[in-house]
């Protein structure tokens, strides 16, 4: 049995109006019915305006290049999955029999997506300055202490792990988009040498291609 909203509403730092959007943020889409990916589209959104001009204000003489990079480590699925360890968002997320069974809520991109979806609800349920209020406090420690020029994402990270042990460089391939123009879902694999493919869905391609290659970083740690 799931606990109550309200604990994680005080977590949150936010009580919602309609809670209806709440479980929304936290129902996967392995559920029947509505679940979070339109949210978590609305809230990838949200969050990257925010971050951007928190990045922007905070450090006025850094170059348009460090900003983007500072951005995307904020952001990337890592940061997001981190966030939703400190709200505790896991012990909430209403999953399907099958990705309950396999461990779904353990899953970092599964909290990462669930972070960007109670933003967009938070965004339906209140207003853009709510939402701003939520990433700032959330976020605060983060933007504190990032500096410029030494944030690499995923991507980048995976490639100079491979080229620094002469691998061959990871192959990104679309194997589905899902969706309407204006809301699509696509799904990436990456394939490394000498290791099973790993797949990851996302609101736009280069989010899928970097938590493919955060997926596969992870596994690389654990070895």
Not at 203 to 214: I, Y
Request: proline fraction near 3%.
């Amino acid at each position: 049995m799931l606990p109550p909203l309200s604990k994680l509403e005080k977590k949150l730092g936010y009580q919602f109006s309609n809670s209806a959007l709440l479980e929304q943020a936290l129902t996967h889409r392995s559920c029947k019915g509505q679940h979070n990916e339109r949210l978590e589209f609305l809230g990838d959104a949200i969050l990257g305006l925010v971050i951007a001009e928190a990045l922007f204000q905070n450090f006025p003489k850094t170059r348009e290049g460090d900003l983007t990079r500072m951005r995307a480590s904020l952001v990337k699925g890592v940061t997001l999955a981190e966030i939703a360890k400190e709200l505790e968002i896991a012990q909430h997320l209403r999953l399907g029999p099958g990705e309950l069974k396999s461990g779904g809520s353990r899953r970092e991109s599964i909290q990462a997506d669930a972070v960007e979806a109670v933003l967009g609800a938070i965004y339906l349920d209140a207003g853009a300055e709510a939402c701003k209020d939520r990433i700032l406090q959330w976020f605060g420690s983060r933007l504190h202490s990032i500096e410029p020029g030494v944030q690499k994402d995923s991507k980048t990270l995976l490639q100079e792990y491979l080229q620094g042990r002469r691998l061959a460089l990871p192959q990104y391939d679309v194997v589905a988009v899902e969706g309407d123009a204006h809301d699509q879902t696509f799904t990436v694999r990456c394939t490394v040498a000498g290791r099973e493919a790993v797949q990851a869905s996302g609101s736009s391609r280069r989010k899928a291609e970097q938590d493919c290659a955060q997926a596969i970083l992870e596994q690389l740690k654990h070895e």
